[in-house]
């Protein structure tokens, strides 16, 4: 029988994962002690002593921000910060853990099996909430974007919302989209019906044109 290999290392994934998507960053860039006291939360959990995060060099304001909140919450000896050129797919997971820990995922393994607990922001934000205020995953923040809607931006959504609820609260639509996508560009779902609910996985909307759509 296999060994199970003990999880050493919890890796935060705040590279650009694809394009469009940039909930993550709007939530790091606003609540960054607490994305820190999350993954001080997790290590307790995990019981093990380091964690990385993972961010894009072009992404100055966010190392700048998480750098400025490690020192704040005295955070130093526990958590380092690791910059990468930004290219896809470099925030999928087995890329990640091998940049970041230098570990290789085998294909049908996980990053468990490599000894390493990989999170995005988001997770770990919602798991402080959970910790520390009590509060169950009822919302989420996600991008909603596409040149078809009116007023894209990043929105702080509850689960459930239709969403052609929340196109709606987006100014709209300017015209039919060519393809609703819900999730990123590249592994995404091309959904076709509005009554469709956010859901807890779900990091963005896109309604795109047909230039975009191709």
Do not use: W
């Amino acid at each position: 029988s296999s060994t199970v290999k003990k999880i050493d290392t919890l890796i935060i994934n705040c590279t650009a994962v694809e394009p469009y998507i940039t909930s993550d960053e709007i939530l790091i860039r606003t609540h960054s002690c607490e994305i820190i006291e999350g993954i001080l939360i997790a290590l307790r959990i995990l019981d093990i002593q380091k964690a990385v995060i993972a961010v894009d060099k072009e992404s100055l304001s966010v190392a700048e921000v998480l750098a400025e909140a490690i020192v704040k919450k005295g955070a130093s000896r526990a958590i380092t910060m690791k910059k990468f050129k930004s290219r896809y797919p470099l925030g999928a997971e087995k890329q990640v853990v091998y940049s970041t820990a230098g570990r290789v995922i085998k294909s049908g393994e996980t990053a468990a099996d490599a000894g390493v607990s990989v999170h995005d922001a988001a997770t770990i934000f919602a798991l402080r909430e959970a910790v520390v205020l009590d509060k169950p995953l009822i919302e989420r923040c996600i991008t909603v974007s596409g040149s078809m809607i009116n007023i894209p931006g990043n929105y702080k959504v509850r689960l459930g919302t239709r969403i052609g609820d929340l196109a709606e609260e987006c100014g709209g639509l300017k015209g039919k989209a060519a393809r609703i996508v819900m999730g990123g560009p590249m592994n995404g779902t091309a959904i076709s019906d509005m009554n469709i609910p956010v859901m807890k996985s779900t990091s963005a909307i896109l309604f795109l044109s047909d230039d975009e759509s191709r």
